[in-house]
């Protein structure tokens, strides 16, 4: 990394709302986050996530991924909105890799471009099998896992590299310790920092964290928090991830199905609960599964501390007015 590239990095480091030095209070770190987004399918919904980018921009996120699919399917769009981040904004852009449908090659290929274009940060993932398919199924000729991909990554070029973690056990994994040691190879092998599934039970994720600590694992575990759009949505999400939602959280949104007003009301609160609870307990940074809509992410963070901070306004992109 360039030393320009290392003074552009700290100046996108978010700070706890307490000023231009930074200052978070005695012996706290700076407060962090990051934002996934999904490539978009139609013009509206491209216009929907730039408008979404706009404005989470001034929050400095420390890097904003760019999902692949979960078939690996929108390997070219994915590619095309993560440039356009790295071209036409201050953001760090982090495209998602996946092992399915390419062989190590093709994979390789695809880094190695992201590197010749300046992007230096990557999400390795196994990756989901085409609806249809049944069980996973590695490439003849690909990366088997993630671990295989971390290491092939790590062996092209000094990528920061994420991964994925499971608070709840991943739904293929032979046992919770079987994935845990899975996690631990992905670090040993050269990842950055472990993502979580998203979960609404906090005590879920600091278990977890502290199973991870026990067994070496000494990278940032960071919470992946999914703010609700749409319950059921989320019910969806949570049967194909094996993450548990609490009754409490079906009583919450018990009865708002015509209410979209009170359900966004209730969605905040539940999210500015759940991120203030993980901060009492230490966590000093965050990822946000966005689903390419800003409001609830903003406000979560706004409740964190984080205020705009104008070295990170986002410059127009070609087509979408600032």
Known sequence: MTAHAVGAHRARRVHRG???????????APMCVSFEFFPPADAAMEATLWASLQRLAPLAPRFVS?????DGSTRERTHNVVTRIQKHTPLTGAPHLTCIGASRGEI???ARTYWDEGI??????????PQGQGAYRPHADGFPYAVDLVAGLRALAPFEISVAAYPEVHPEARSAGADLDNLRRKIDAGATRAITQFFYDT??????RDRCARCGIRSPVVPGILPITRFPQVLRFAKTCGASIPQWLHERFAGLDDDAETRRLIAAAVAIEQVEELCRHGVREFHFYTLNRAELTYAICHALGLRPQPQSALTAHPGVSA
Not at 120 to 129: E, F, I, K, Q, T
Request: positive net charge; without cysteine; charged residues 15%.
């Open 120 to 129: 230096r940060h990557l999400v390795a993932l196994r990756g989901d099998p």
């Open 108 to 110: 390789l290929d695809i």
């Open 203 to 208: 005590a879920v994720f600091l278990r977890f």
């Open 66 to 70: 760019v999902t692949y699919g979960a």
């Open 18 to 28: 307490a000023g231009p030095t930074g200052v978070t209070g005695a012996g706290l």
